[in-house]
C-alpha cells in the first residue's frame, strides 16, 4: 500500500469535498474520484442531473407507515434513505441546507406530506437562481400555514411571513424597517391555500382522522390582495409579492445573507445566526467572493457553490464544522456502506437523529436549528458516539471488509500501522493530542500484531473484527464528530 | 421523620392528550352522559371523590393516595387561545410560553437557576431517550437514561471487561489537552461530563434495596430507575418521564383504561418506594398531558381538545381539588371544548417559588397568579 504524498492529498481533498457537498463517500468510490481532476469533479457534482437512490416504491413496500406520509418521523426516513443512497447527493444536501433556513415544521403544520413537497421542491429549485427558489418557497403551501400566510389579507396583514422572509430567509435583521415589513406583508396578502379556511381549521382540531391527510395546493386570490402603491427598500410601485422578491434579491445585504450560510454550512461553522449583525464573519474575504459571485452571476446557488468548492478557504476548512445530526447518521450509514436495501435498521437511524437533537421536518422553530458546537450536549454525544460505534464495530459491513482487503499483507501489522491506516480511510483524520491516537494503539496492542491469512478464513475474519473494532473507536473519537 | 433532603420534582407527562372528563368524570352531571353516549364511565364503578366528580376506575392507587390526602387535582388547566397540535401544545407546555416560539425549557431554565455554574452534570434526567425541550438549554448538563442498568457509553458491548477497556480509551480520547481549538475543548469538556454521569448513575443501581415490587410496565420501569437515582443521593432536582400514547380517537375505553392503570400502579409504587427509603417529603410528583379531548365523543373515541386534569402528588402536597371544574354546559364550551380556567403557569410558579424557592417570573415568562398546594 504505498501512496505518493501527491496521491494522499488528492484522496483527502476528495474525501473533504465529498463529505460537504454529500455525506461521504466509500474507499472504493474514492479510487474513483483520485483519479479524476478536482475541478471536474467539482463541476460534476454541480450538474446533477437524475438522481438514482432506492426506490421509494421499495421503501413504501417495507416501511409501509411511510404511505400515507402523515406523520413527521415516518416521512423523515423516507428522506434520510434518498440521503444514504442518492447518486446525486448534493440535492439532498443543499435541500438539507434550505431545510435549516427555511425550517419549516411538522409541529404546526401537522401533515408530512406539505413537507415532502417543500423538500422536493428544495431539491428541485434549490441550486437555482435564488428568486425563483424564494418566490417558489412563498407559494408552498406547508409555508403558507407555517407563517399564517393564509390570515394575511388585503386590509387586515398579517406580518409573520411578511417579517420572516425579510429577518430569517434573505437579508437579516437591521436591512430593513418596520414600515418595509407591512409593505411587503401588503404585497403578499392574497397569496394563500387553496380552501385555506377549510384547511387551517382541519389541521388545528386534527379532526381529519381517520379520513388520511389532504393534498395543499396555493392558490392566488386577486380579490384579496393588497394592489395599492408600495414603498418598499426605497423603491415605490404597486408591488406585487414577486416585485418584492426581485427587489430583495437584488440587494447586497440579501448576497452577503446566503453567502454567510453557505459559508456557515459548506465551509466552517460561523457563530449562530442571531449573532450575524452583530459579529464579523469569519472569513470576511470568503463572504466578499461568494457574494461578488451572487450578484454578477444571476444570483445563481450553483455558480456559488462552484467558486466555494474551488477556493483555498474550501480546501483549508478541513473538520471545521460539527457534523449535524442528519450529516452524521447518514454519513456514517453511507461510508459504512451497510444500506443496500429497506430495513429495519432506519427505524432507530431516524429515532437517533432526534435523539441528537435533529428532528427532520420539524425543526424546534422558525429560527431552524442551532448548530455548530450548540449540536454537542453531554445526552447528544452519548448518543451520538454509541450510534457511530455501533454501525462501525458491525465486521460484517461491506466497507469494514474492504478496508480490511485493503490492508491485507504476508506480513503481521503491528497496532501502530493498523491504527495509522484506518485513520486515514476514516477521514483521512489527523488526531492532534497525542493521547487520542496513543489510547488507540495501546488498546489495539493488547491482542498481539494483526495477521491477515487468506480471505474467508477464520484468521481473515478474526483481522475484520479486529479493524472494525479500531474503526469503531476511532468514529468515537472527538476528532470525527466534525466533518 | 424530619427531611432535610433537597426538594425534588418528578414531572410524568401523559403524551397524545389524555382525556380529562374520562379521568377526573363529572359523574352527577347528565350533559356528561349526553355528550358522550359511547365513550363515558359507569358511574356505578367510578372511584368517587366527591358527590360531583369520581376518578377512573382504574385509577385505585392513586386514589388511595387521594384519601391520604396526598393528591391535588388541579381542573380545567390549560392556556388562552388552545393549541390543538400534539407538537406545538407540547411545547407551549415545555416553554411555558403559548404565543411566542421559544426553545429553552422551564425545567433547563430552572436547573441553572439552582446550579448556575452546572457543577452537577446530573441536575435534571431524562428516563426515557432524547431530550424533552423542557429540558433543553445550552450549556445545562442534563442526562437521558433509556435503561439505567445499560446506561452510558458502549452499551452494546457486553462483556464488563471489555467495555471497561473501551471506556479507558474513551476516557484518554477525550481527556484533558489542550485541544486544537475551542471546539475540541469543548467536546473533551462534554465528553467528560458525559463520562462522569455515567460512572455515577452506573453505581447507584448497586446502592439500591426495596421491598417494593412495581408493576410490570414501562412507567413502572422508568419511574423504579428515577428512584433508584434518588435514592444514590447524586444531586439531580428534576426527573422526567413520559407515558402514553394518550391519543385515544378509536376505541378508547379499554385503552385509556389500561393507560391509567399504568400509571396509576406506577404512581402508587414508587410513593411507596420513596416513603420507604425517607423521601417521601422531599418528592413531588407532577403529572400532565398537553391538552384534553373534545367533550362530544366521535362513537369510539374523542379528538383533540382543550382543557386538561393535572396532578400534584407527595407527602408534602395539601390534597384537595384545585380550580374549578369546567361546565359542559354549551354556553360555557369553547367550540366544543372544556374552557381551561386555569393556568398551567400558575402551577409551575407555585412549584418555583414554595418548593424551589426561586424566582418565577424570569422562567415562565411573566407573573401568574398561584396555587398554593404545598403544605407550610
Known amino acids: ?483 | 421523620m424530619l427531611e432535610t433532603k433537597q426538594k425534588k420534582l418528578v414531572v410524568l407527562q401523559l403524551s397524545g392528550g389524555n382525556d380529562a372528563l374520562n379521568t377526573v368524570i363529572p359523574y352527577n352531571d347528565e350533559s356528561y352522559y349526553d355528550n358522550r353516549p359511547q365513550v363515558h364511565i359507569d358511574p356505578e364503578k367510578a372511584l368517587k371523590l366527591d358527590s360531583e366528580l369520581a376518578m377512573n376506575p382504574s385509577m385505585t392507587a392513586i386514589k388511595r393516595l387521594w384519601d391520604e390526602g396526598k393528591v391535588a387535582v388541579i381542573n380545567g388547566i390549560g392556556y388562552p387561545e388552545p393549541n390543538r397540535s400534539h407538537f406545538r401544545s407540547m411545547d407551549i407546555w415545555h416553554t411555558a410560553e403559548p404565543t411566542k416560539v421559544l426553545t429553552e425549557g422551564w425545567i433547563a431554565r430552572t436547573i441553572r437557576e439552582l446550579d448556575p455554574k452546572g457543577e452537577n452534570v446530573l441536575g435534571g434526567i431524562n428516563f426515557g431517550r432524547g431530550l424533552p425541550r423542557a429540558m433543553a438549554s445550552s450549556g445545562v448538563p442534563v442526562a437521558s437514561v433509556g435503561d439505567l442498568d445499560t446506561y452510558g457509553l458502549f452499551p452494546s458491548v457486553k462483556n464488563d471487561s471489555d467495555r471497561n477497556d473501551i471506556l479507558n480509551v474513551f476516557s484518554q480520547m477525550y481527556g484533558t489537552g489542550a485541544g486544537r481549538d475551542m471546539v475540541s475543548e469543548f467536546l473533551s469538556q462534554t465528553g467528560e461530563d458525559a463520562l462522569v454521569g455515567a460512572d455515577i448513575l452506573s453505581e447507584a443501581p448497586a446502592k439500591y434495596s426495596s421491598s417494593i415490587e412495581y408493576a410490570a410496565n414501562p412507567l413502572a420501569k422508568s419511574l423504579r430507575d428515577a428512584a433508584r437515582v434518588m435514592f444514590a443521593d447524586v444531586g439531580t432536582r428534576f426527573f422526567y418521564t413520559q407515558h402514553g400514547s394518550f391519543d385515544t380517537h378509536g376505541g378508547e375505553l379499554p385503552v385509556h383504561s389500561k393507560l391509567w392503570e399504568d400509571v396509576s400502579t406506577a404512581v402508587g409504587d414508587f410513593t411507596d418506594d420513596v416513603r420507604e427509603h425517607g423521601y417521601g417529603e422531599s418528592t413531588a410528583l407532577l403529572i400532565f398531558s398537553e391538552f384534553g379531548r373534545r367533550i362530544k365523543d366521535n362513537g369510539s373515541g374523542t379528538d383533540h381538545g382543550s382543557g386538561g386534569v393535572a396532578f400534584l402528588i407527595g407527602d408534602s402536597v395539601k390534597g384537595g381539588l384545585y380550580g374549578q371544574y369546567p361546565s359542559l354546559k354549551e354556553k360555557d364550551q369553547l367550540n366544543g371544548d372544556l374552557y381551561a380556567n386555569n393556568d398551567f403557569r400558575s402551577v409551575y410558579t407555585n412549584i418555583l417559588e414554595d418548593w424551589f424557592e426561586v424566582d418565577p417570573v424570569p422562567i415562565v415568562n411573566g407573573s401568574f397568579e398561584k396555587f398554593d398546594i404545598f403544605e407550610n
Not at chain 1, 468510490?29 to 421509494?56: C, I, R
Open chain 1, 1 to 483: 500500500m504505498v501512496t505518493t504524498e501527491r496521491q494522499t492529498e488528492q484522496r483527502s481533498m476528495m474525501a473533504h469535498f465529498m463529505r460537504r457537498a454529500g455525506f461521504g463517500v466509500t474507499q472504493r468510490e474514492l479510487d474513483e474520484l483520485e483519479k479524476l481532476d478536482y475541478e471536474d469533479v467539482v463541476d460534476s457534482v454541480l450538474d446533477p442531473g437524475l438522481s438514482n437512490h432506492l426506490s421509494d416504491e421499495l421503501v413504501l413496500r417495507y416501511h409501509t407507515e411511510v404511505h400515507e406520509q402523515r406523520a413527521g418521523p415516518w416521512s423523515a426516513k423516507q428522506w434520510l434513505y434518498r440521503m444514504v443512497t442518492t447518486d446525486t447527493p448534493i440535492v439532498e444536501k443543499i435541500a438539507l441546507f434550505w431545510h435549516g433556513i427555511f425550517a419549516t415544521g411538522y409541529a404546526k403544520t401537522n401533515q408530512a406530506r406539505a413537507l415532502s413537497v417543500q423538500i422536493d421542491m428544495f431539491r428541485r429549485f434549490g441550486l437555482g437562481k435564488f428568486d425563483i427558489l424564494l418566490e417558489e418557497l412563498a407559494k408552498d403551501p406547508a409555508m403558507i400555514i407555517w407563517l399564517d400566510n393564509q390570515d394575511n389579507h388585503n386590509g387586515a396583514i398579517n406580518e409573520n411571513f411578511g417579517r420572516e422572509i425579510l429577518e430569517l430567509f434573505s437579508m437579516g435583521i437591521g436591512n430593513y424597517t418596520e414600515e418595509d415589513i407591512k409593505e411587503c406583508s401588503r404585497a403578499f396578502t392574497g397569496w394563500t391555500l387553496k380552501n385555506a379556511e377549510y384547511m387551517s381549521v382541519r389541521a388545528m382540531k386534527d379532526s381529519i382522522w381517520p379520513y388520511g391527510r389532504i393534498s395543499w395546493h396555493y392558490e392566488y386570490r386577486e380579490n384579496d390582495h393588497d394592489g395599492g402603491q408600495k414603498s418598499f427598500l426605497g423603491e415605490t410601485g404597486e408591488f406585487n409579492g414577486d416585485d418584492i422578491i426581485r427587489i430583495i434579491s437584488k440587494q447586497e445585504a440579501a448576497a452577503e445573507f446566503i453567502s454567510r450560510h453557505l459559508y456557515d454550512f459548506f465551509v466552517a461553522d460561523e457563530v449562530p445566526v442571531p449573532q450575524w449583525p452583530y459579529t464579523p464573519a469569519r472569513d470576511p474575504e470568503a463572504i466578499r467572493i461568494l457574494s461578488d459571485t451572487y450578484l454578477n452571476e444571476d444570483h445563481n446557488i450553483t455558480e456559488m457553490l462552484r467558486v466555494l468548492f474551488k477556493s483555498e478557504f474550501f480546501k483549508n476548512s478541513r473538520f471545521e464544522r460539527v457534523k449535524c445530526p442528519a450529516e452524521y447518521v447518514a454519513g456514517c450509514l453511507r461510508t459504512s456502506d451497510v444500506i443496500s436495501r429497506p430495513t429495519l435498521l432506519m427505524n432507530e437511524a431516524v429515532n437517533v437523529m432526534e435523539y441528537m437533537g435533529q428532528t427532520l421536518l420539524n425543526p424546534p422553530s422558525v429560527e431552524g436549528w442551532h448548530e455548530g458546537k450548540e449540536w454537542i450536549n453531554s445526552g447528544s454525544i452519548v448518543e451520538r458516539v454509541n450510534f457511530a460505534y455501533d454501525v462501525w464495530q458491525n465486521s460484517d459491513s461491506p466497507e469494514v471488509i474492504d478496508i480490511t482487503d485493503r490492508m491485507a499483507s504476508d506480513e503481521a501489522l503491528d497496532a501502530a500501522s493498523v491504527v495509522e491506516a484506518c485513520l486515514d480511510f476514516m477521514g483521512p483524520l489527523v488526531f492532534t493530542e497525542d493521547t487520542t491516537k496513543k489510547a488507540i494503539i495501546e488498546h489495539v496492542s493488547k491482542g498481539g500484531t494483526i495477521k491477515f491469512g487468506e480471505k474467508s478464513t477464520a484468521v481473515r475474519e478474526l483481522a475484520e473484527k479486529r479493524i472494525s473494532e479500531v474503526l469503531a473507536l476511532i468514529a468515537s473519537s472527538k476528532e470525527y464528530q466534525r466533518g
